[in-house]
């Protein structure tokens, strides 16, 4: 557990602030005191949302194709890393081959059977699957946007970044 000072940058008050780890007090947050993320909090819930990220579990692509563009994406990176190695300059995922991990299961009957699970973006639509190195086992997901107001699906989840 790490925990900081922090100054409120609404109210001005210095509290702790626990960046990570379990047991982070209720309203612990990076900008906000206690109280002011209470009422901010307090606040929001009366005003509905509307749109979320929601995971629809299809088959656009069977198991063979996602491997196969797995297989194509790490490619261009790897390329794209070697061709950009004497650039002092080159972003940072140009530099470094940073994947995402994701916690797979385990099989204690015959631990060779691994459980792969991760995601790929392909066309705009950011995919998580899961499958088993040894059985036909594949789940393909999506992740697509829902309109809280009339219940559709109106395309993929966008995830755009706020910049403070
Ligand atoms: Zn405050």
Redesign the pocket.
Known sequence: MIEILRR?I????V?NYQMSGYGAPEYNHSQ??K???EKICDTLKKVPVKFKKVLIECNDYTKEEIIEKVKEQEAIRKQAIKDNENDENAPINLKLNITRIYPPMWDTNDPSNRNIVEDITIDNTKYLYSYWTKTDEFILRKEMELDCETNEIIGPWREIKNRY
């Open positions: 409120c609404h109210c001005g008050t509290y906000y005191c109280l002011c993320y």
